[in-house]
T-cell receptor
Framework: GQNIDQPTEMTATEGAIVQINCTYQTSGFNGLFWYQQHAGEAPTFLSY????GLEEKGRFSSFLSRSKGYSYLLLKELQMKDSASYLC???????????FGKGTMLLVSP | GAGVSQSPRYKVAKRGQDVALRCDPI?????LFWYQQALGQGPEFLTYFQNEAQLDKSGLPSDRFFAERPEGSVSTLKIQRTQQEDSAVYLC????????????????FGPGTRLTVL
């Protein structure tokens, strides 16, 4: 099975940088996804890491260390619209199903 | 359509009633997943289809839950004799492939069906 841990809530100020950490314990790991979910909406894809290292995509970057079972999502130049839940998900080897963490609710204030 | 669609968006059922939730995946997507998301929680895996074959149903919480995808496209999740603990958002997701490159692995989610059992 999989166990995913991420903080429940985080707060940050508009224009700042925030890092959301995720640790996972898995049996059969293929890769690590980050999704963004606004209240009442579907999760939307942010990033996917298979290899160790940093993947940068605009204001968002994601890091993976397979040996440590650790990932983080880095959000730069925060905007009010970034207030959402951020879901860390481990992809299982085999059928590529996802095991999600409980999500980190990020609140961006002016 | 351009994305994954689900219907109905909202469903209120009386305890003991049967419900059917529909998912239309992105055209041509091989893989289809169902997830259950309780309030304030992350989605939890229910079942997985590769084309019309249900390859993993390990997440279905009881034998009251049944899913099908008879022609490898539209899928239906059926819940019999609904209970209050079934109240949740049911999310459907599809992806282009089954493994390999990231472009094939990304799961696209539908808006979900919010089920409330009274």
């Amino acid at each position: 099975g999989q166990n995913i841990d991420q903080p429940t809530e985080m707060t940050a100020t508009e224009g700042a940088i925030v890092q959301i950490n995720c640790t996972y314990q898995t049996s059969g790991f293929n890769g690590l996804f980050w999704y963004q979910q606004h209240a009442g909406e579907a999760p939307t894809f942010l990033s996917y890491n298979v290899l160790d290292g940093l993947e940068e995509k605009g204001r968002f970057s994601s890091f993976l260390s397979r040996s440590k079972g650790y990932s983080y999502l880095l959000l730069k130049e925060l905007q009010m619209k970034d207030s959402a839940s951020y879901l860390c998900a481990a992809q299982n080897s085999g059928y590529s199903t996802l095991t999600f963490g409980k999500g980190t609710m990020l609140l961006v204030s002016p | 359509g351009a994305g994954v669609s689900q219907s109905p968006r909202y469903k209120v059922a009386k305890r003991g009633q049967d419900v059917a939730l529909r998912c239309d995946p992105i055209s041509g997507h091989v893989s289809l997943f169902w997830y259950q998301q309780a309030l304030g929680q992350g989605p939890e895996f229910l079942t997985y289809f590769q084309n019309e074959a249900q390859l993993d149903k390990s997440g279905l919480p009881s034998d009251r839950f049944f899913a099908e995808r008879p022609e490898g496209s539209v899928s239906t999740l059926k819940i019999q004799r609904t209970q209050q603990e079934d109240s949740a958002v049911y999310l459907c997701a599809s992806s282009a492939g089954t493994s390999g490159r990231a472009s094939y692995n990304e799961q696209f989610f539908g808006p979900g069906t919010r089920l409330t059992v009274l």
